[in-house]
């Protein structure tokens, strides 16, 4: 017997969609009913990613509190650029940026939302060089020695990225060693600090990793800080998918020492749930450094002869003029559900994982890749096929083969969603991400039981 | 008799405005009677962006289409990085894309939405950077000559916040004269580069502006595309705010010659009310320079034994890693009212401020700052105690405090809204923006009448 459900996706070749969308922009407008269609075929071939099957990244679920703060925002049109024209929104956003600070430990400090995590790691970035070089504002880095960063080999892309944007080259990331369970490793971040010194470059920016994309790893704050600390290097920490773990009185210690760094990575629209793009970057600085650092004094936007405090124009701490509000729906979820409540919800992805990791060891053909830190579960299904056959000449061969053959299965049957990748020296492997609090035992069991069904074959 | 309307603000101090919305954020959750309660008042207190009394920016207003794929947008929450978890937006993005290029007239090239217009002008300086020295991306700016960048001294503020950025520096954005129409000239382009030829720098971008912030002025893009291509320099066009008028066959002559730009930066969130943020970057590329540029070929995310074509998965070609979805609200708007309403909704907001023009002609208090060429209202209102006295010393001195002061009026009546600035050497002047196809012409007799009313005694 088959039970019929809603379908995470309903695969289409993109030649075909395109013919269903009916993609062509024309002269004329269309009837109502026309797109009320059309809406429909939006949404019928678009994944849904609030199912609770739709395990493939680190977002997914649905908090209808936040919903309703994103409709709002989107009803209210604005730019989170002035009180003048968010004065609500000025506000609310003050607030749960310092609601998220005292979560890492802070007092008093500085920050804003970022349009995603990659951008917040690129303001620590320039903050860093700009606190230790002012006139790279006015000059550039011409004249300037040879800048160092420094990150670990599983840190999130977006650091390269950041750093080929900023002017400072890929080259000049220095990746630092990882442990078996991918954490940093301080010492090799001491040697080769000192080795980039030694060879004229002057190192100005740590970015640690909480919560590593693949592994779910979390970086030795504590003792990085030590490190930073010796050689005056900024840390920032990359917290965009485990900074929430700082809710949970249980969890938090994965982040020990995080009170010790300089900038802190968030993005609540990850773990919490509340819907994309919610990106908080948090500074420890109370010398109004974001702003000295980003403004350019516009006069036509952040006049000063205004009849409020125009300390309220936060636009001008921003390398963006247009600003999205991505506060609202986070305010009101955390109104709704209060901190509790977004501590049982990080509890209860550790409890979810857990379950995983037990019914994995349980099942012939799950292999982990390493045990889980944190929520995301990283293995490798063996079809029966292959078991047993680890000595075998191709068996590396054939294993990175097998879950991307599983993945097309389940896109193409639409019954549940999770990624996979190669990391380092291991062959492609699922990395299983759960995150809302939705998700059941049965979906969890359904996930096992699916996988089998899919690859047992193979 | 004073008739009574939807206000467009209802003012409220900083501190008074804290305490009315309640922002701290506890431990525990709250009823659902209280949280619709704050839903009504941060609708309350907030800004009404799309009441046609709202002049202040170049946003505001509303189109029910645009709004309905925005709440659509936000109840699917993806991710626009791969075809896997947003097909159908995937596509969408690249027939929006394409046919906004259509417009500039180019038949094939790239392009990728942005958060905000800033963004899409930093990525025209990264590009340009990268086509003529492809080593920045691995090296940085290390060991490269000085590169200059050109830009008319009334474009947007965020060219020089893209080169503070990009570790190129302000100083090495040069400033172009303009003429009294606020339009680039030419032959000071020509001769800046020369100049810093001369002194040893690489002129490698040419930013003009083709609506600009204050004036609504537009570069003559014909004769900049000549001084381009004589130095073999990147021209970009920052068509944030103007590019709309692509879709008028009245008004398009404005931009002759934007088809022979490398890129264009295009704001549908503002003239065309799609809804923010809704920020087009468009390139006549068609080696694939934008992920050559920007990519970093995240294994996790972007991997290259998937089972369709991998061409699809748009996201290693922005610096962004998550990505928000703001091609639907476009697309089902374009949809709607098909190119012709578009270009109606650009010919009519022309109309608008043609209106104004001519009324402010007839009033004795108003004095326009410069003709419009675009659909900004550039004027000081006079004071009747100020009238035929421009001979007074302090004269200028006074005008400046009138605009302010009219404002803060406006504000605390909440009748409605519209920014004022100074510029080079001329005193704080009002900028009327009228955009909305909501606006009536009794909403601008309103307007006139309004101004005299909070101005007249000062």
């Keep these: 017997m088959h039970v019929f459900f809603l379908q995470v996706c309903?695969?289409?070749?993109?030649?075909?969609?395109?013919?269903?969308?009916?993609?062509?922009?024309?002269?004329?407008?269309?009837?109502?009913?026309?797109?009320?269609?059309?809406?429909?075929?939006?949404?019928?071939?678009?994944?849904?990613?609030?199912?609770?099957?739709?395990?493939?990244?680190?977002?997914?679920?649905v908090d209808y509190h936040a919903l309703a703060g994103r409709f709002l925002t989107e009803a209210l049109n604005t730019n989170l650029f002035t009180y003048e024209v968010a004065p609500v929104f000025v506000l609310l956003e003050m607030e749960?940026?310092?609601?998220?600070?005292?979560?890492?430990?802070?007092?008093?400090?500085?920050?804003?939302?970022?349009?995603?995590?990659?951008?917040?790691?690129?303001?620590?970035?320039?903050?860093?060089?700009?606190?230790?070089?002012?006139?790279?504002?006015?000059q550039?880095?011409?004249?300037?020695?040879?800048?160092?960063?420094?990150?670990s080999s599983q840190s999130h892309y977006s650091v390269k990225k950041g750093a080929a944007f900023l002017g400072i080259g890929i080259d000049n990331v220095i990746v630092v060693k990882v442990d078996d369970g991918g954490c940093m490793i301080p010492e090799d971040l001491d040697e080769k600090?000192?080795?980039?010194?030694?060879?004229?470059?002057?190192?100005?920016?740590?970015?640690?990793?909480s919560g590593t994309t693949v592994q779910g790893a979390f970086d030795p704050l504590d003792r990085i800080a030590d490190v930073c600390e010796k050689h005056k290097i900024w840390m920032h920490v990359d917290a965009a998918w485990g900074g929430s773990v700082l809710f949970s009185?249980?969890?938090?210690?994965?982040?020990?020492?995080?009170?010790?760094?300089?900038?802190?990575?968030?993005?609540?629209?990850?773990?919490?749930?509340?819907?994309?793009?919610?990106?908080?970057?948090?500074?420890?600085?109370t010398t109004n450094l974001l702003k000295r650092c980003h403004s350019a004094n516009a006069t036509y936007l952040f006049q000063q002869d205004k009849f409020y405090d125009v300390n309220l124009d936060c636009?001008?701490?921003?390398?963006?003029?247009?600003?999205?509000?991505?506060?609202?729906?986070?305010?009101?979820?955390?109104?709704?559900i209060g901190s509790s409540?977004?501590?049982?919800?990080?509890?209860?992805?550790?409890?979810?994982?857990?379950?995983?990791?037990?019914?994995?060891?349980?099942?012939?053909?799950?292999?982990?890749?390493?045990?889980?830190?944190?929520?995301?579960?990283?293995?490798?299904?063996?079809?029966?096929?292959?078991?047993?056959?680890?000595q075998n000449a191709d068996y590396q061969d054939r294993l990175g083969k097998v879950a991307p053959a599983i993945k097309e299965r389940m896109?193409?049957?639409?019954?549940?969603?999770?990624?996979?990748?190669?990391?380092?020296?291991?062959?492609?492997?699922?990395?299983?991400?759960?995150?809302?609090?939705?998700?059941?035992?049965?979906?969890?069991d359904f996930f096992l039981d699916e996988i089998e069904r899919l690859g047992n074959d193979l």
């Design 10 to 61: 309903e695969w289409r070749e993109p030649e075909e969609l395109a013919q269903l969308l009916d993609l062509e922009l024309k002269a004329t407008g269309e009837s109502q009913d026309r797109l009320l269609q059309r809406v429909q075929d939006v949404a019928k071939y678009s994944i849904k990613t609030s199912h609770p099957r739709f395990l493939n990244q680190q977002f997914g679920g």
């Design 96 to 138: 749960v940026l310092k609601s998220l600070r005292q979560l890492v430990g802070w007092t008093q400090g500085d920050g804003i939302f970022c349009p995603g995590g990659s951008a917040s790691n690129m303001y620590a970035m320039n903050l860093a060089r700009y606190r230790l070089f002012p006139e790279v504002k006015s």
């Design 140 to 151: 550039g880095l011409y004249g300037l020695p040879r800048l160092t960063v420094f990150t």
């Design 193 to 209: 600090i000192k080795l980039s010194k030694s060879q004229g470059a002057v190192p100005f920016l740590v970015s640690c990793t």
């Design 249 to 285: 009185e249980q969890h938090r210690h994965l982040m020990k020492g995080v009170d010790r760094a300089n900038s802190v990575a968030w993005n609540p629209h990850k773990m919490l749930l509340a819907g994309l793009q919610c990106s908080a970057f948090l500074l420890q600085d």
């Design 315 to 336: 636009g001008d701490k921003t390398v963006q003029c247009s600003r999205k509000v991505d506060c609202l729906k986070l305010w009101l979820m955390w109104k709704a």
């Design 341 to 390: 409540g977004m501590a049982q919800r990080v509890d209860k992805a550790f409890i979810h994982a857990r379950y995983l990791e037990e019914q994995m060891k349980k099942r012939e053909g799950f292999h982990l890749v390493c045990k889980p830190e944190f929520v995301n579960i990283c293995f490798w299904f063996i079809p029966p096929s292959m078991r047993g056959k680890e």
């Design 411 to 444: 896109m193409k049957q639409g019954t549940m969603m999770v990624g996979y990748q190669p990391l380092a020296d291991k062959v492609n492997f699922f990395r299983l991400v759960v995150l809302s609090p939705q998700v059941s035992t049965k979906d969890m």
